[in-house]
Structure formats: structure tokens, C-alpha cells
């Protein structure tokens, strides 16, 4: 392996203390709980907070979008594993400001069982905990099966309008409906060209052949819907483009915010091609991008490839978009 | 009848952490194979903390049955991903039964199996055939509580079913939990918390055996 590694085992530990001393302006490691990243303008008396978690190996995800307008706190977990319950209690509690919080998650059966659990032991304390999960992954099940789908970098559109929306004051059932509305909005597929590996287990757990692309795969080389040779930049961009738009039936005229993440070992230059193609296509269709984000946002350790994530705005989400918010990722 | 008092469900519980150490790494490649590859340290640290936290307890007077809460609270702290909550569940399933008792009689402890099982069905809501620990833990169950024999013999069945449940897995395609993102891939691979499941089956079994063998039936 080709890695800045010391111990696997203290991976996770070593990032989150690289994290917080490098943004130490934006973020602090919680007083009780190591496995909890929170915003330094949390919690806020009277306002909503705002509380995600997942599995580490997604970096700049999830703990670069601590901040101030957008998550409070951040439950870490192992490798492409869910945080404990507990961490996502602790992280409640440190995002709290008596107004309720809201948990927004991806769909995996880790996180959905630690988030259950943790907003019971922090009903305890009387915190109100509503939950949205993000479902925006096109390839992960078929269209009528909406609810199955697991959420990947839509959920960084979910946090930037959920968290914007808590900034406004909101109470709790409106935070959630907002962040409800962006990720109903909000459609993606990856391509992957080539694999990951968790360096504990020193091989990669599935393979991509040389010349090859996996069309539609997940955030931890769940596999997608097509293995076929890979293709040029353009027609991988236009096949990704296709299937998100096929998903999503828009008007045209709709404005959109768009976004490319690259999954690690992609050169972020290749993702601007990936981008140009894309917004032609988009222009073609008759719509508008409204904003753009191109860079490793929601990546998976060292896959090479890239998802593409497209969300239609109305006014709301799209005033809700553009508020200022400052954190390490975005 | 052997009543085992809180040092004792200790040590049983420290047979299930030492055995689930000693697999730490295979259980891990066997994950690796259609997972994250962490189950085998997730497993091991899990009763490791479920061993200290109990000492602690039991040193500090806690009852033998109420040691099992102890053991839920402990394995929730440590442990994420999905076994955490689940193991969980089955310890807080297994306390209610026993809430209370400062000591605990051998022949009940093999019903622990049947509590484990349902803790973990309810948490997990997985069916056997969904490729999952529950593949393990159900079958046991229903060996363990064939109320005809004696204890030991219905632990031996448990093991027995246990690892009928477990080699099963191989044929089987994931359906849910995270192996389910790597459905077909899963197929003639073991699932990790199957593997595990059965080891604290079989640990479970050598740590009441000493209690039951001179024993009834």
C-alpha cells in the first residue's frame, strides 16, 4: 500500500486531531466524546441544531462541513462504519440550544440503528430530535423503491440547507421539511474506475479491471448497475448526466446547483472536463446552473472516479443555498 | 444448582471476549472479503469493554443479573456500525430476564441464547436467509429451548445449530446490512457476524459447561 499510514487501527483518531488543530478557527473536538467534531458557533441558545455522522474514509465528509449555518456537530465513526450511539448522542447534546436538533444522515442500517438509539437516550435529557435520510443515490434501487436508496454527496446539499435554514431562527418541523425538500431534490450516480482500500485490510474488496468503469457504484464500492469499458470524459459525462436527469423529470428553465465530487485518487482537473460536458448537456436541456461545486467533497479513501450530484431549486432552497457559511469544506 | 454469583457471569463473559480476541483477525478477513473488515476488532474491543465495565460493576456490588445492562451500556459505548446497537440490544434483552437476581442459576443461562436472538431480531428487524447473524442466532435459539433435555445437551444442539446457521451463510446472498450493497459479490463468503455469533455461542457453552456437567438430566 501506497499510504501515509502509521497503526491502521489509529487512522480514524489521527485524522479527527489533524482536523481540529488545522481548522481549530472553525471546529473543537467535544469535551466528553473525541469521537464528536463541533462547530465553535455551537450550540446556539433558541436555535435549531444541526447534528450528521458516518463512517471516516469520506474526507472532506462528514466532518469538513462542521460550521458556522451549517452542522454543529459530527459523530465519527471507524472506517466506513457507523459512529457509536453514543457519539451521536453526544453530538445532539453538543449541538443543542434548547430548540431541538435535527439529525441528517445518510440510508445505511448502522446509522439508521445508532441514530434510533441516540435520540432515545438523549430524550432523557428532553431534547427533541427529528431526522431527514438522504436517499439520492439513483443506481442504489429502482425508482419505486425510493426509500431503499442510500444517500451520498446529496447530503452535503441536505447540510447546507438544513443548516441554513436553523440560522434563520426556524423551529424544528421546518428545519427538517427544508432539508426534506433539498434532499427530495437532489439526484446522483458515481462512476468508478478503479478501488479503494481500508488499510486494515491491505487489498481492495472488490476490484475494477484495468480499461474498465463501473457505472452507478456507492460510496464503498457497492456495485452499480453496469461494468462496461471505460469511455471518453464526455460520453462518461453524458451517460452520468442521462441517468440523473432520467430520475428526475425537471421542467425546463429549472435552476440547479451542481455538483461534481471526485471519490479520492481522481485528478481534480479531470473533474472540471467532467463538468464543462456536463453543464453543455445541462444547457442543452434548457436549464440553468445556479451554482456549482467541482473538488473532492464527498470522497471514498482512494477510489478513482467521480459522482455527479444535481439539484433543482425553487426560491426557497435556492435563498437557502446561497447564505454565507463558513466551514473547512465549503 | 449451581448459582453462579456477579464474578462468576464475569468470567463468562471474559471466555466470550477471550475467544472473540483470539478470531480478532479472521473474523477481519472475513469482513474484508464483503465488508469494512473491522467486525473482528468491533467484536473483540466490544467485549473487552463488556468484561471491564462488568468488573467494575461486580466490584462495586453490583447483582449478577443486573450485569447484563452493564454489558448493553458498555457494548453501545464502544462498539458503532450495526453491531453495536445490536449486541446491545441483546444484553438489555437478556437483563430483563435476570434484573435484580444477585445470583444466577447455571441451567438458566443457556435461555440467554433465546434472549440474544430476540434482542437482535427486534433491533435488527433480519430474517433467516438474509445473510446475518440472525442466520446464526435463531437456529441456536430454537435448539436451546428444546426443552426435553437437559441444559448442557441444549447448549450442545445450540452449538451444533449454531454452526449449521453459520457454514449456511456461505450459500446465501446478502439482503440487508451493508454486505446487502455487495449482494451477489457476498455469495461464498461467510458472513462475519454469523462467524462471530457463533463463536460466543460455542464460548458460552465451554464457560457453563464446568457448572453443568456433574448436573441434572
Given at each position: 500500500m501506497q499510504r501515509f499510514i502509521n497503526n491502521p487501527d489509529d487512522l480514524v483518531d489521527e485524522t479527527v486531531a489533524g482536523f481540529v488543530k488545522a481548522h481549530r478557527d472553525l471546529v473543537h473536538l467535544d469535551a466528553a466524546n473525541p469521537r464528536v467534531v463541533v462547530s465553535n458557533a455551537a450550540p446556539k441558545a433558541g436555535r435549531v441544531g444541526i447534528v450528521t455522522g458516518g463512517g471516516s474514509g469520506h474526507e472532506p465528509a462528514f466532518i469538513g462541513y462542521a460550521g458556522r449555518n451549517m452542522v454543529d456537530a459530527v459523530a465519527v465513526g471507524e472506517l466506513f462504519s457507523s459512529p457509536t450511539a453514543k457519539s451521536f448522542a453526544d453530538a445532539i447534546k453538543a449541538a443543542n440550544g434548547g430548540a431541538g436538533v435535527a439529525v441528517l444522515y445518510g440510508n445505511y442500517a448502522g446509522d439508521n440503528m445508532n441514530v434510533k438509539m441516540a435520540a432515545r437516550m438523549v430524550a432523557k435529557d428532553g431534547i427533541e430530535v427529528a431526522t431527514v435520510v438522504a436517499n439520492d443515490d439513483v443506481c442504489s434501487a429502482p425508482q419505486d423503491e425510493r426509500a431503499k436508496r442510500r444517500g451520498v454527496a446529496g447530503e452535503i446539499f441536505m447540510w447546507k440547507i438544513g443548516g441554513a435554514k436553523a440560522a434563520t431562527g426556524a423551529p424544528l418541523a421546518e428545519v427538517q421539511a427544508a432539508a426534506q425538500k433539498a434532499i427530495d431534490a437532489c439526484r446522483s450516480v458515481g462512476v468508478g474506475l478503479g478501488p479503494c482500500t481500508l488499510p486494515g485490510v491491505g487489498h481492495p474488496n472488490f476490484q475494477i479491471e484495468p480499461g474498465t468503469m463501473e457505472v452507478g457504484i456507492g460510496h464503498h464500492g457497492e456495485p452499480g448497475t453496469r461494468i462496461e469499458a471505460l469511455k471518453t470524459a464526455s460520453e462518461v459525462a453524458d451517460d452520468m448526466l442521462k441517468i440523473v436527469m432520467d430520475d428526475h423529470a425537471l421542467p425546463a428553465g429549472t435552476e440547479l446547483a451542481v455538483l461534481v465530487s471526485g471519490l479520492g485518487a481522481t485528478p481534480v482537473n479531470e473533474l472540471y472536463v467532467i463538468f464543462d460536458r456536463i453543464e453543455t448537456g445541462l444547457t442543452a436541456m434548457g436549464m440553468t446552473v445556479h451554482k456549482a461545486l467541482v473538488g473532492n467533497y464527498f470522497t471514498s479513501l482512494e477510489m478513482v472516479g467521480a459522482t455527479l450530484t444535481v439539484m433543482a431549486l425553487d426560491a426557497e432552497l435556492k435563498a437557502l443555498l446561497d447564505v454565507e457559511t463558513a466551514s473547512a469544506a465549503l | 444448582?449451581?448459582?453462579?454469583?456477579?464474578?462468576?457471569?464475569?468470567?463468562?463473559?471474559?471466555?466470550?471476549?477471550?475467544?472473540?480476541?483470539?478470531?480478532?483477525?479472521?473474523?477481519?478477513?472475513?469482513?474484508?472479503?464483503?465488508?469494512?473488515?473491522?467486525?473482528?476488532?468491533?467484536?473483540?474491543?466490544?467485549?473487552?469493554?463488556?468484561?471491564?465495565?462488568?468488573?467494575?460493576?461486580?466490584?462495586?456490588?453490583?447483582?449478577?443479573?443486573?450485569?447484563?445492562?452493564?454489558?448493553?451500556?458498555?457494548?453501545?459505548?464502544?462498539?458503532?456500525?450495526?453491531?453495536?446497537?445490536?449486541?446491545?440490544?441483546?444484553?438489555?434483552?437478556?437483563?430483563?430476564?435476570?434484573?435484580?437476581?444477585?445470583?444466577?442459576?447455571?441451567?438458566?443461562?443457556?435461555?440467554?441464547?433465546?434472549?440474544?436472538?430476540?434482542?437482535?431480531?427486534?433491533?435488527?428487524?433480519?430474517?433467516?436467509?438474509?445473510?446475518?447473524?440472525?442466520?446464526?442466532?435463531?437456529?441456536?435459539?430454537?435448539?436451546?429451548?428444546?426443552?426435553?433435555?437437559?441444559?448442557?445437551?441444549?447448549?450442545?444442539?445450540?452449538?451444533?445449530?449454531?454452526?449449521?446457521?453459520?457454514?449456511?451463510?456461505?450459500?446465501?446472498?446478502?439482503?440487508?446490512?451493508?454486505?446487502?450493497?455487495?449482494?451477489?459479490?457476498?455469495?461464498?463468503?461467510?458472513?462475519p457476524g454469523a462467524a462471530s455469533a457463533a463463536i460466543i455461542i460455542a464460548a458460552l457453552r465451554d464457560g457453563l459447561a464446568p457448572h453443568l456437567s456433574g448436573g441434572h438430566n
Open positions: - | 444448582m449451581t448459582q453462579l454469583d456477579a464474578q462468576q457471569v464475569v468470567f463468562l463473559f471474559r471466555v466470550i471476549a477471550r475467544r472473540l480476541a483470539d478470531a480478532r483477525v479472521e473474523l477481519g478477513a472475513l469482513d474484508g472479503a464483503i465488508g469494512d473488515a473491522d467486525h473482528g476488532t468491533a467484536m473483540a474491543d466490544g467485549f473487552a469493554m463488556v468484561v471491564q465495565s462488568g468488573a467494575e460493576a461486580a466490584a462495586r456490588g453490583t447483582a449478577a443479573g443486573d450485569l447484563f445492562a452493564v454489558a448493553a451500556r458498555a457494548f453501545l459505548n464502544a462498539v458503532g456500525a450495526t453491531s453495536g446497537p445490536l449486541y446491545a440490544s441483546a444484553f438489555m434483552r437478556a437483563g430483563q430476564r435476570f434484573a435484580g437476581q444477585t445470583t444466577i442459576a447455571a441451567e438458566e443461562l443457556p435461555a440467554i441464547i433465546g434472549d440474544f436472538a430476540e434482542g437482535i431480531a427486534d433491533r435488527g428487524k433480519a430474517r433467516p436467509g438474509d445473510k446475518t447473524m440472525m442466520d446464526v442466532w435463531a437456529p441456536a435459539a430454537r435448539a436451546a429451548s428444546l426443552a426435553a433435555e437437559g441444559p448442557l445437551a441444549r447448549l450442545d444442539r445450540a452449538v451444533v445449530a449454531a454452526e449449521g446457521g453459520r457454514d449456511a451463510t456461505r450459500a446465501m446472498a446478502a439482503s440487508v446490512g451493508r454486505a446487502a450493497r455487495l449482494a451477489e459479490r457476498s455469495l461464498g463468503h461467510v458472513d
